[in-house]
């Protein structure tokens, strides 16, 4: 009678990894059309759930970041974040090239400086500027002249 039981379990399937995982989404899915949850992404990752309850609890901020054309989003971060963590939140939701972030006209280059060593608090603002590497940054190499003809000179 055991055994029956167990395969009445199999075949409704409530012992299964599947349906466990489809109802966790199904709920998931539930909760995220909530209008209070209207900052959660569609599909998040754990460390964006935690992230916002923590800015819930007050240990994150968030940070609007403005691009050029004026317009704006949000992105949440932990109060101990760095520049880099930053700018991985902004990358999920933005992609720029020969741009970098800045906050007031400072701009934030160091990847592994803490966003609170710039003044970046909850609710800052955070926007792009033209990216120039300069000379002595070290970021891209010289450009290197070719010379087809260096050698000819040399054999003649």
């Known amino acids: 009678m055991e055994s029956g039981a167990k395969e009445e379990g199999k075949v409704l399937g409530y012992n299964s990894k599947n349906v466990k995982k489809v109802a966790l989404l199904s709920t998931l899915a539930a909760l995220l059309d909530d209008p ?3 900052d959660v992404p569609k599909k998040p990752s754990l460390s964006d759930v935690d992230t916002l309850i923590n800015l819930e609890l007050g240990s994150a901020m968030c940070i609007s970041s403005f691009k050029l054309d004026g317009t704006f989003f949000d992105v949440a971060v932990m109060n101990s974040a760095t520049v880099k963590d930053l700018k991985l939140a902004i990358k999920k939701r933005h992609v720029w090239a020969n741009f970098c972030l800045a906050y007031h ?4 280059l160091d990847d592994g400086a803490a966003l609170q060593d710039f003044g970046v608090r909850n609710n800052s603002q955070v926007h792009f500027l033209p990216y120039v590497a300069s000379k002595g940054s ?3 190499s010289k450009r290197r002249k070719h010379r087809f003809f260096h050698g000819l000179n040399k054999h003649s």
């Open 36 to 38: 209070i949850l209207a």
């Open 105 to 108: 006209n400072e701009k934030l």
């Open 138 to 140: 070290g970021r891209h």
